[in-house]
């Protein structure tokens, strides 16, 4: 099992030739203690603790309060790995390709190895590289950061807020939603003709089903699908198009219900019975203003139509041994 601290540290060994210590000491707060000592003075006088404590942490095992500003030393970061990778153009380059190919790969799969969402960490990278607003030097260092903040802390929930938070901040660009707009038509699956009283979702690629089969939450709050979701029970097995918190599904006295969350791009539903297509929320731009949109009906055999491109057909669970990690992970 490969962590998200050992993906990090090798990382910057092999592709930055930074050394574990100088790494740690970059990231570590000078004040964090480990017992009675400070992190800083162990990783100075003990190779062993740093890796067995700082290049193999767990995830979790330190919280943000143990490191500096992350935007401050993941840009001293980014100004060393330029350096070694000839600078100008042609490093800001290879950096970016870096963090949004190999890298992140990487990283994508030690979050997945160690129980996380993966699909978070991929969608953020999606969105980072898709953002128009963005210049290729910004987009690197943002993906730098949510690099090194989730090798850190062993998760990239929190990294993507510390992302989100600097790029507002420093650049006034959110971690939004392209607009898009959907296409014609999508293939229908096979419909089980009986009812069923839990439902779950299976995405569909090109016509094609794509399992596991992601149950949907009993719990009165339901379930959240969209790119960055991370309340509990969340789908975010999506397409970069789709926003960060773009719909809720839940039961409400034996029925199922789908309310949109204000996302850019809209959802709709297609009858599994009628074949007929009718409108949970419209795209932002063809919203009416003062018009409400509430909840829509959903049952089995339905698909849901997220953005553009990701769909999602509703089918029924046949028993408790159906529930799978909603988060879709490897």
């Not at 067995?52 to 490191?67: D, L, N, W």
């Not at 390709?97 to 992140?104: E, I, Q």
């Not at 097995?237 to 839940?250: A, C, G, K, M, T």
């Not at 932002?284 to 003062?290: F, L, S, V």
Request: proline share 5%.
């Amino acid at each position: 099992m490969e962590l998200p601290s050992h993906t990090l540290y090798a990382d910057l060994k092999n592709f930055g030739r930074i050394s574990n210590r100088d790494a740690a000491l970059a990231l570590f707060d000078p004040e964090a203690r480990y017992g009675e000592l400070t992190i800083r003075s162990r990783a100075l006088n003990d190779r062993s603790f740093i890796s067995r404590e700082i290049v193999h942490a767990r995830p979790g095992q330190y919280g943000v309060e143990c490191f500096q500003d992350f935007p401050t030393s993941v840009r001293a970061l980014w100004s060393v790995l330029l350096a070694r990778h000839g600078g100008g153009d042609a490093g800001c380059h290879a950096l970016l390709a870096h963090y949004t190919g190999s890298a992140a790969e990487k990283m994508r799969r030690a979050v997945a190895d160690t129980g996380g969402d993966a699909n978070l960490y991929a969608n953020t990278i999606q969105k980072l590289s898709v953002e128009p607003g963005l210049t290729d030097e910004r987009r690197g260092q943002l993906c730098l950061m949510l690099f090194v903040v989730t090798g850190c802390l062993g998760s990239p929930g929190p990294a993507i807020g510390i992302v989100d938070d600097f790029a507002t901040e420093a650049f006034s660009l959110g971690l939004g939603t392209i607009e898009t707009s959907v296409g014609p038509g999508f293939a229908r699956a096979v419909r089980p003709s009986e009812r069923g009283v839990q439902l779950g979702l299976l995405r569909i690629l090109d016509g094609v089903a794509q399992p596991p089969l992601l149950a949907l939450s009993l719990a009165p709050e339901g379930t959240v699908i969209g790119a960055l979701a991370t309340t509990p029970n969340a789908i975010t097995n999506v397409d970069v198009d789709v926003s960060r918190e773009h719909l809720r599904i839940y039961r409400r006295g034996g029925t199922w219900w789908a309310q949109g969350l204000g996302s850019t791009n809209g959802t709709t539903l297609i009858s599994g019975d009628t074949r007929k297509t009718s409108v949970i929320e419209p795209p932002r731009a063809e919203r009416k203003p003062g018009v409400t949109y509430g909840p829509v009906k959903i049952t089995n055999s339905d698909t849901l139509c997220l953005g553009a491109t990701t769909r999602f057909l509703v089918l029924r669970i046949a028993g408790p041994h159906a529930q799978h990690d909603a988060k879709g992970n490897e």
